[in-house]
Each structure stands twice: as C-alpha cells, then as structure tokens.
C-alpha cells in the first residue's frame, strides 16, 4: 500500500506532530520533489484565538482561514520553493530536495511531509465527428444527448440555468467555436502558467511588464537610478510541474517600459544547487550576491561595472549552511552579512582579495532575516530570534568591527532602511498572539532609542513587507490573506494594490514590484502550452454552456461559469490522448472556485497512479479530503469515477480519487442505450460506499457506437464525438445548474436528494450505475420549483420603481432571453410616443436571465441614469420601456419622481 497521509475526519485547532514525520524512502532521492508540508496549527491553539481570528479575517470557519505565512517562510528559508496552498488541508506544497526534509520535518509547527506524485489521466479521443445533417429542430446535433436526460422539456419551460454558477477544474477553455462566443465567463485563472511581474506607480497604478512568466519566482530585488531599473530574482525557464531548474535572472530596463528577457547571471552548473536569497547593491556599479546549497553551502558575488558582468567569484565554500546574505555599500565599500551556522551572524567585506569579517551576533538561538544599514560609520544590523519572538538590533560604531547587540522588540521579520540620519523599522509584532500587528518605529540617534511602535494593520498572518521614504513621508506595502496593500505615514489608510494570488512585494525606487503567480486568461497560452492545451476543457465548457441554434445546445446555456486551468495536455494518439495532473494545483483551483462563488463544481480529474484501492475511503488521499470539505461547505462537487484502462480486467473495481469522497457526485458512465459503459469504472470504495453515484452518457474505446457530440476547439463550426466519464461528468454538472435555478435556496443535500429519488435505477442502485441516470425533469419537480415559465424575451419587474434620482443613481432593467441568442435594445420613451434615450448591448447575449446591477457582471441588467440621450434631465412622470431583440419584444412602465 502506498505511504500515504491520513489527516483527520474534522481538523482539530492543533494537531500533535505525527509520529512518521514522513516516509523516509524519500530521502534517498536525488533530485528534488513536490511535496506537502501539513502544518499543526494557524497560528494558535485555542478557542480564544480561533474566535480572534475568525473575526480578524472575516471568515466562516477554521477552514476558511488563511494559513500561517510565517510558517511557509521557514520553510521558504530552509530550501523549500512554494508551489501552492491550501487553506482547507492547513498546508502548502513546494518543492524540495529530499535531503532537506528531515531539517525542515524537524520545525515545531511542521505536522507532516508527504510526496506529491504526479497522476496521468486517460481519456477518448476521436478525430472524426457527425457527417450526417444534423436534426431538424432546435438541438441540432445534440438532440439525442438532451432528451436521453429530459433536459429538452426542462430548457421548454425557460430555465437554462440562469443565475447559477459552475466552477470547471480542466485545461483551459480556447475561445474561437461559435458555439462559445457568448457564454458567460464570470472569471477565470491559470494556475499552470507560472509568475509574472508587476510594478505599480503611486501616481498611474498597477501595470504588467509583459515579461514571459519565469516559472516559480523567489527573492525579487532590484536598484534604480535615472530611467534605470534592474531587477533579480529567482526563477526558472519552466512550468511549476516540471522539475525547477533555478537561476538568478537581470531583467533591465533604461527607459522605465521597455524590458528585456530574463538573463541568467548565476550560471548555475549543478544539477543540484539549490539558489536562493540574491541581494542587490549599487548603481552604476552594481553588485550581486546569492547563496547556493548543492550539500555544500556556497556564497557567490558577481560585479557590474558600465554595464558590463565581470565573471562571478565565490566569496564562500563550507560544509556548514549559510543563508540569508544580505549587502550594503558605505563610501566604496560592500559589506556582506550573513547568517552561518544557523545561530551566528557574520559581517565580511573587502573580498574576494583581502577579506576581512567579524562576528556580530552568536547566540544560543537560530537568527534569521540579517539586514544592514549605516549612518556614517555607524552601523546597524538588524535581524531576529524565534521562540520567544525578539527583534534584534546589533550596533557597531566602529564602521563594523566589534558589534554590540541588544532585543528591542518583540515580533519577528524586520525591514530596516536609512533617511539622512534618521533610521525607520517595520516589523510584526507578535506581542497580541494570534493578531499579528505591522508596526513601524524610528530612532533619530542612529539605533540607541526607538519611539514606540506605530500600528498599520492587523492580521492573524503577513507575508512579505518593505518601506521607502519619499520626502518624509513613509511609504509601506504589504501582503495578507492573498493581497497586497499600500499605506503611508501620512493617512495610515491601507490601500488595495492587487489580488489575487500575489506575493514578494518590494520597493525599488519609488514604486512597487511585486509577483502575480497565474493569470486570467485560460486560453492557449504559445509560452507555456502545447497547441491542443485547452482542447478538453474547451469540449466539456461546450458540452454545458454551448449554444448555436439550430445546430448545438448545451445543457445549461444560461449558467455563468469560472474557468480554472489546473490540468495540463500531455500525449496525444490516434484514440486517446493523456494530461498529467498534480493534486495540489487541482486543490488551490477548487479553494478559488469556492471563493468566487460556485455551486457547482465540474471535474474531470481521476487521480489513481500512486494510490492503491486501500487508500480509496474518502479520508486518505488530500484531493478526496479538499472535495470532502468543499462538499460540507455546500458546493456541488460533480467528478468523474475515472477512465478504465484497457489493461484492467473486466470485473475488479476502479474507482479514482476524488471520486471516493463522500458527500460529492461521482459520475460513472453508460451507452445511448443506458446500458454499462465499459470504459467507466465502478465502486465501491473500499470502506464500502457506493461509488459512482449517477451515470450519464459516455463511449467506450472499443465499441464502434455514437458517443457525445462536442465543439471541435480548433474550429469556429465543427464538431466531434467524444466521451468517458468526463462527457457524464459535464452532462450531470449542467443538469445540477438547471435544477437549482427552479430551486435556488435548495442546498446541496436537497439537491442530491432530488437527484438519486428520481434517477433511472432509483429503486435499486448499484456499484456500477450508482442511482442510474439522471433525470432532469423529473428532478426539477421532486418539490415544487420556483419558475417564470418564459418562454419569450421579456421584462423583469425595473428596479427601484418608482425612480427617485436624488437618492438612485440608476434604474435597472432587468430582462430574460429565450431560447435563442440575441442582441437586445432597451428604448425608453414618453407617453406621448417620444424617444428619449436607447441603450444597446454591444454583443450578443446567451437565453437566460440578465438581473445583475455591476454592469460588468455576465448577466447585467440594463441600466440608466434618467438622462435623455443628449445628457439632460429627464422629468418627473410616467415612462414606457420596451425591449427588442431581432425575435420580439416587451414593455414595462415605470415612474421618475424628481
């Protein structure tokens, strides 16, 4: 059986170190690993502090806290590069070199270290599609994959899933059929396509530098001078899921806009050495440092003079670590500082020729985060100690010869810069346990006294921080709970700069850089992607929210959707194709999902290459818990039981994870004659339950029958068969959408409940069919649901009615569209047949609902501010509305009170 972690059924406040911090076959390694770091704790370990921060950060539950940043920064600090997180599990995922896990296994809060092993899933493919005319009525080619589950009679009374929204865990979405011009994408993220940089200007706001992303992104830094930028960091050539080949890269700029390609300056040659920490100093003469651990610990520097790199020197070699270096340039000097042996700080200068050093601080506690500044030939270090949480500040008045060193504060990661003479402090005060405070503080006598601490923000954790000052006043950012802010000492007010999934904020300059890790645009991306990347999520989008009329109609055209590519294209053949899947992306892009307000969850992962069917019990692998726990926070979790491979016999059970989760939909698969499809696999789970839960239309690789019919990605009209359990998966995702919009305050149990109670074999379900197949209908009337029954373009009741313009500042209008896409036109006029202003929707809009007040919300009202078209007030009376879409119209009155 594999070595896998078994977290607890309900998470405690804090969970003891386990017993086998990991599996020590892992170690023997050469190479480093994706692995998952469980953490005991989110920062405290009692009900006092949970009720703290759940206040703190508005959130629901445990679960929906954010985890600990400091946590990860010791992890970051002992070799470990962040992949993703996951708030539910209380971890993050990074990857490693097995030789570093036992250290880091080794830290208080670490609960358990598992493996992270990558999953191939298999599913059908079919180059060829229908040849025949398609059906003369309004489905089209999609006809008998419709009616098979009743979803025709339900789109008969006008619901089409409007107002409902499906998150999709898949491969991106490629917007070019016709078919998919005009669904409503509320959202979406790439998690696979790595860092991208980001500056923002207090005076012009954020912008991307249009860099090609760099892999997973550490330690950014950077000087400026003139138009001048230079930025370093940490970073590699590929995607998160390929093993991480890491550099230090320049990324310059000489005119503030145009930026070049990322250069690799550390030439690093060992196929083990693990970069990390590069620190910048100067200008025109600009030096950089970083640390490499290949199981020897090396200090590099490299010079650049007029523009010119000199080759790099080794200013360090030991079989004891060395980290966090950091410089600082007093009159020609460089001094370099930092930490040896865990527990010492060292300050050297005048290398590689003539080194000299000293030692400033040797305690009997690690020390961590070194930074060094100088007011003449005073100098400053400060760094601190954990457990009990001291700042330390080291003073040498002897341009850094013998150093004094004395605890000042108590918190933890301190940034220290020099304005003149005065010297200013931010750091995170820990003296309120759980509530973390960002404090700053200033000594005007070069580091003897510090006035008392000034606080910006509070919050149960922050991750990076920095402050410049600009003319006296004092510029800070920050990052918590997924964002970054920006304040300053002249309105303390913080400042939303950027969400999500942003991280590494800095100062260079004057302005901000910082990291955004993903985009939003899910489409074929020519940097990272092979052409048929999105192909797959294209298809099963399709399968939901396509809609051509006449030709193509997916199951809820009127549903809004978010879009999370978390699964990347591998092998393609001539009947199947493969995409390698890793479980921590597919857990961060289920958290998104959650969080951007989905129902309805549809995916297609079926994760079994490194789990036995011992494992499969709901409470073992990490993706079956997060689909657990996303299935007890009330969203509807539909995912696949998983392919069969040809070479599984007949008769053993295959069931995948998640599908083994309890409380979510696992969707097996059946023939057009709803028969077995042998292709699907089938339960049940180890622990007994019944897995799959429905069935719906899929197509075997062997039998030579029609299968679903699918947009052809790659075309703006054609179309493909396709099938396996991701095609049910999709079909049963889109009937949950329509179900919910004739019941929209059901939640999921009653929508579970209504499904099973009249599915095909819901008098006797089995482990291969589970209920049997869904039936739509039949399940939009297990109660009595909640229906408009329009069946033509319409009015909604305009909201607020009457208008009252000194106290709305619009009425809306909110509308429904039949059956068919349209391009509607709201025309307002007088009761004597005047026209006073026309509002038209520049694309077309997909049959459904259109109730929304943001206007850049995919199903907005229309909306208008009682002006005439020419920008005049219109006065007090009664006022006709009428709508008109190319197929008919409607009319609606409604008062303006002045």
């Known amino acids: 059986m594999a070595v896998v972690l078994l977290i607890l059924t309900s998470f405690q406040l804090y969970r003891p170190k386990a017993e086998v911090a990991f599996d020590p076959q892992i170690i023997s390694r050469k190479e480093p690993i994706p692995v998952w770091v469980f953490f005991t704790d989110k920062g405290f370990q009692d009900e006092q502090g949970l009720t703290q921060a759940l206040v703190l950060n508005a959130a629901r539950d445990f679960d929906d806290l954010p985890l600990t940043d400091h946590y990860i920064d010791q992890v970051i600090i002992r070799g470990g590069i962040l992949r993703h997180r996951s708030k539910w599990l209380n971890g993050a995922s990074f990857w490693i070199r097995p030789d570093l896990i036992p250290g880091i296994a080794q830290l208080p809060f670490v609960y358990r270290i598992a493996e992270i092993k990558p999953a191939v899933v298999r599913e059908p493919y079919y180059p060829s599609g229908p040849t025949e005319e398609p059906d003369s009525s309004y489905y ?465 992962l079926a994760y079994i290459d490194w789990y036995d069917y011992e494992d499969l019990d709901g409470k073992t692998a990490p993706i079956s818990i997060a689909a657990r726990k996303a299935a007890e926070r009330g969203l509807v979790i539909v995912n696949a039981i998983g392919n069969r491979p040809d070479t599984v016999p007949p008769h053993p059970t295959y069931i995948t994870a998640p599908g083994d989760a309890p409380g979510i939909i696992t969707v097996g698969g059946v023939q057009p004659d709803s028969s077995y499809a042998p292709i699907a696999g089938f339960g049940p789970t180890v622990d007994g339950r019944m897995k799959p839960e429905l069935s719906a239309l899929a197509k075997s690789w062997i039998e030579e029958q029609k299968g679903v019919i699918v947009v052809n990605p790659d075309t703006t009209s054609e179309y493909l068969f396709s099938g396996g359990t991701s095609t049910a998966t999709a079909l049963v995702a889109g009937i949950c959408a329509l179900i919910l919009e004739g019941h929209p305050s059901w939640k999921s149990d009653s929508l579970l409940s209504a499904l099973f109670e009249t599915a095909s074999l819901h008098n006797s379900p089995n482990d291969t069919l589970g209920y049997g197949t869904p039936d739509a209908y039949a399940a939009l009337f297990y109660t009595e649901p909640i229906l408009d029954s329009i069946t033509r373009t319409q009015f909604l009741p305009p909201f607020p009615n009457p208008f009252l313009p000194d106290q709305h500042q619009y009425l809306y209008f909110p509308f429904f569209i039949a059956l068919k896409r349209a391009q509607p036109t709201l025309s307002i006029f007088s009761l004597d047949g005047r026209l006073i202003a026309r509002i038209e929707r520049e694309e077309m809009l997909a049959p459904g609902r259109y109730d929304q007040k943001d206007p850049n919300h995919p199903s907005a009202a229309f909306s208008w501010d009682g002006r005439t078209d020419s920008g005049q007030e219109v006065p007090s009376g009664i006022y006709i509305g009428v709508i008109h879409d190319g197929f008919g119209a409607d009319r609606c009155k409604f008062a303006i009170v002045r």
């Open 140 to 604: 089209g080619y999609t006809y008998l994959q419709n009616k098979m589950f009743n979803i025709d009679k339900v789109h008969g009374l006008g619901v089409y899933g409007s107002g409902i929204r499906i998150g999709i865990l898949d491969t991106g979405f490629k917007r070019k059929h016709a078919a998919l011009r005009d669904v409503k994408i509320a959202k979406e993220w790439d998690f696979l396509s790595g860092d991208h940089l980001f500056r923002y200007r207090i005076s012009t706001g954020r912008e991307s530098l249009y860099i090609d992303p760099i892999g997973l992104t550490s330690g950014l830094t950077g000087v400026t001078w003139g138009d001048t930028v230079d930025l370093f960091l940490v970073g590699d050539t590929i995607y998160s899921s390929l093993y991480p080949t890491r550099e230090v890269f320049e990324i310059l700029t000489t005119d503030g806009t145009f930026w070049s390609e990322p250069s690799d300056i550390s030439e690093n040659h060992y196929s083990r050495g693990w970069i990390s920490d590069p620190q910048v100093v100067g200008t025109d003469s600009i030096e950089v440092v970083w640390s490499v651990d290949r199981g020897v610990y090396d200090l590099y520097s490299r010079l650049k003079v007029n523009n010119t790199w000199q080759p790099k020197v080794l200013v360090k070699s030991t079989g004891t670590p060395i980290r966090e270096p950091n410089l600082h340039r007093n009159s020609d000097t460089t001094f370099l500082i930092y930490v040896f042996r865990d527990s010492s700080l060292i300050l050297t200068w005048n290398y590689p020729s003539t080194p000299e050093s000293t030692v400033v601080f040797a305690g009997g506690h690690k020390v961590y985060n070194p930074a060094i500044t100088s007011v003449a030939d005073t100098f400053v270090v400060t760094s601190y100690t954990k457990f009990p949480d001291s700042i330390l500040i080291s003073r040498s008045t002897d341009r850094g010869r013998t150093f004094s060193t004395t605890p000042i504060l108590k918190g933890f990661d301190p940034v220290i810069k020099c304005d003149g003479s005065d010297l200013y402090l931010l750091f995170k005060d820990s003296s309120g346990e759980p509530v973390i405070r960002l404090a700053y503080s200033v000594s005007q006598d070069r580091g003897v006294n510090w006035s008392a601490p000034v606080y910006i923000d509070s919050a149960t954790s922050f991750g990076g921080t920095d402050l410049e000052i600009d003319q006296s006043v004092v510029n800070f950012v920050y990052e918590t709970r997924g964002n970054i802010y920006m304040a300053n000492s002249s309105s303390w007010n913080p400042t939303l700069i950027d969400s999500p999934n942003v991280y590494l904020p800095h100062f260079i300059g004057n302005d901000i850089y910082y990291v955004k890790r993903g985009d939003n645009n899910t489409d074929y991306d020519p940097i990272t992607d092979r052409l048929d990347q999105p192909d797959h999520g294209t298809r099963m989008l399709g399968l939901i929210g396509g809609l051509v009329n006449g030709l193509y109609v997916g199951v809820a055209f009127g549903a809004e959707f978010l879009i999370a590519k978390t699964e990347r294209t591998g092998m393609v053949s001539t009947n199947f194709y493969e995409f390698p899947v890793e479980e921590d992306t597919w857990i961060e892009g289920l958290e998104w999902l959650e969080k951007n307000g989905a129902r309805i969850i549809s995916s297609s």
